[in-house]
């Protein structure tokens, strides 16, 4: 979850990550296998894998899952700090300025929000949103605060019980917010309305199957509805930004919070989405300044990045 940072910046991260940490330095020796995968990676490739992966992803209960307990894990420990706008969760809080205006320009541009209530305080009233993988519910309160009546879904119980806990101190959002704790395949399972909009924000990274978890969440999102992702895209700047520095250096994120390995290289995401029926109508890059902690948009996608698409009708 870090943009591009400047040229001389990451340089000096670069020179502390050498000298001052040894965690990082045994990561070296991944550099020339990340260099010839991100070179080589190609369609036919990814689809052979998802073939060969789909067969190994099974749930307790026998049937394909998303879900990953080592990933889920992670964000278990993170529950009492989602909240905390000094803490780990500092860049999501941030990011909420690129993620809601993205959501609330792309519904109300698409057609599917309700025109009575765009120019007033509650552009989104009358439309419902899932935001999957919501964690402590920091992008679903701002989106019911816009009037949407939006479900959180998370694979972590706890993180909905922060969630929950949260929303209800303050009336506007209880109203509009709901919190479920399960994956988005059983979820799938049990819905009986489609939604008009799927968010799934800093996720794809942290999925086991990505190929299953889109199809999943297209099954959910009625045509003509939006499908909204931010995620961290598969190149050698990305290892370097989002993992070395952001992780092991700066310390934004806590170590081993991501595997490059997850990360998802733009046009493969692309060629899935439209692949389950979607056409794409924004791809922008992010870029986060820790300095300042904020975000802004960037042409470049090399690291993090977030598209906007909707379900053909």
């Not at 780990?88 to 025109?115: E, F, T, W, Y």
């Not at 250096?249 to 060629?271: A, C, M, S, Y």
Request: aromatic residues 8%; negative net charge.
């Amino acid at each position: 979850m870090l943009g591009r940072i400047t040229s001389s910046f990451a340089t000096k991260g670069l020179q502390r990550l050498i000298i001052a940490r040894t965690t990082v330095c045994a990561e070296k020796s991944k550099w020339s296998n990340i260099q010839r995968e991100a070179s080589t990676s190609s369609f036919q490739q990814h689809e052979q894998s998802i073939q060969d992966d789909n067969a190994d992803f099974t749930a307790k209960n026998g049937k394909a899952t998303t879900y990953v307990e080592e990933e889920v894990a992670k964000f278990r420990l993170m529950a009492s700090s989602w909240w905390d706008i000094h803490g780990d969760c500092k860049p999501l809080h941030s990011l909420n300025k690129l993620r809601v205006s993205m959501i609330c320009d792309g519904l109300i541009q698409s057609g599917i929000a309700k025109a009575e209530y765009v120019d007033g305080p509650t552009p989104l009233k009358g439309l419902k949103i899932l935001d999957v993988g919501c964690g402590g519910g920091i992008l679903c309160e701002p989106l019911a605060r816009l009037g949407a009546s939006v479900v959180g879904l998370d694979a972590a119980e706890e993180n909905i019980t922060v969630a929950q806990l949260h929303a209800e101190q303050d009336p506007k959002v209880h109203q509009n917010v709901e919190y479920l704790y399960g994956t988005i395949e059983e979820h799938a399972e049990t819905v009986n309305e489609s939604y008009d909009a799927v968010i799934a924000s800093e996720v794809l990274e942290h999925v086991e199957s990505t190929d299953l978890f889109l199809s999943t969440c297209a099954q959910t999102i009625k045509p003509g509805g939006s499908f909204f992702l931010t995620t961290i895209n598969k190149t050698p700047f990305s290892w370097v930004g989002g993992i070395a520095i952001a992780e092991y250096v700066l310390r934004l994120l806590p170590p081993g919070t991501h595997d490059w390995n997850k990360f998802i290289p733009r046009q493969e995401l692309l060629f899935m989405l439209e692949k389950y029926g979607f056409v794409t109508r924004l791809v922008h890059g992010m870029g986060y300044n820790p300095l300042t902690n904020s975000w802004f948009w960037l042409s470049d996608t090399s690291i993090n990045y977030a598209v906007h698409c909707i379900k053909e009708k």
